[in-house]
Structures are given as C-alpha cells and as structure tokens.
C-alpha cells in the first residue's frame, strides 16, 4: 500500500519466481547464504514485462549480487526497461525491530522503483534517491524525494 499511496498509482502481485526455477548459473552460496544474481532477474523481468506496466519490481527473501566482484546490492534497477529487484534479506529481524526493517523494506523499495521511471542517484540534496554502501548509511537517508527527483517523476 505505501508504494501505491508514493507514487499515487495502482500496484499488482503477479505470480513469484520459484528457487527452483533459477538456474544454478544464477545464484551463488555466501557462506552459508544463498544469494541471487540480480542481471538474470532483471532479464528474466524484462522479458515478461506485463502490457501498460510503469514498472516491474520483484522482492527476494534472498540476498543479492549484481556480479562476482560485489558481495552484495540491497537492491538494483534498470533505467531503461523499467525493471528492478530488491531485497530483504539484510533488513533485520521483523520479530525484533519491525518498524525498523519495515522502514528499510519500503526505502530500497522505492528508491529502486525510482530508478525504473530513470532517475539517477541524487547528489544534489538529501533524497530517497541518494546511493547508499552499507545500511547505516541507509539508515539515515529521508523517506521522501527531493525537488530536483520529485520533478523528474
């Protein structure tokens, strides 16, 4: 509800992407962690981009990674296709700090939807668009849009 209430239009649930339907070219263990590669996802998106849809974001319990060389994204996002993935897995524990990962879920969320309608990360002021390396930095970052990104939306 919060991202239609943002961007004041409708959203849908469409069907999820099973574990088992990955390929294992496109997943890699962490440690222990089972983490998804984010280019097969956003390909996988683009080719089943729904007719009329403004964006095409899927969410993954999953950690993410956007290439060998990178431990891991919280989320990432095509500017161009109108494609993007998030994920949850670093948020927290909901059974401790709900609102905290809650806030941090909605955050990547739209920050990453901001992305598919093409706006770039922010330099010019605090902005939900800003680009963030760790989750304290994220942490910090406003919940709301600067003038230069709303106008770009």
């Not at 509800?1 to 849908?12: H, S």
Request: hydrophobic content about 35%; overall charge neutral; aromatic content about 14%.
């Amino acid at each position: 509800m919060y991202i239609q209430a943002f961007f004041g239009l409708p959203t849908q649930l469409y069907s999820k992407i099973n574990f088992t339907d990955i390929p294992k070219t496109a997943y890699r263990y962490d440690e222990a962690n089972i983490q998804i590669q984010t280019g097969w996802v956003l390909k996988r998106l683009k080719k089943n981009l729904p007719e009329g849809t403004q964006s095409y974001i899927a969410f993954s319990s999953y950690d993410l990674y956007p290439d060998d060389n990178w431990n891991f994204v919280f989320g990432e996002a095509s500017l161009k296709n109108r494609t993007g993935v998030w994920s949850i897995f670093r948020n927290g524990n909901p059974d401790k700090e709900y609102q905290l990962c809650l806030k941090r879920t909605i955050a990547t969320a739209v920050h990453e939807i901001g992305h598919t309608y093409g706006i770039e990360h922010c330099i010019g002021y605090e902005c939900l668009m800003n680009g963030s390396n760790s989750m304290e930095e994220s942490d910090k970052q406003v919940m709301h849009l600067c003038p230069q990104c709303l106008n770009k939306l």
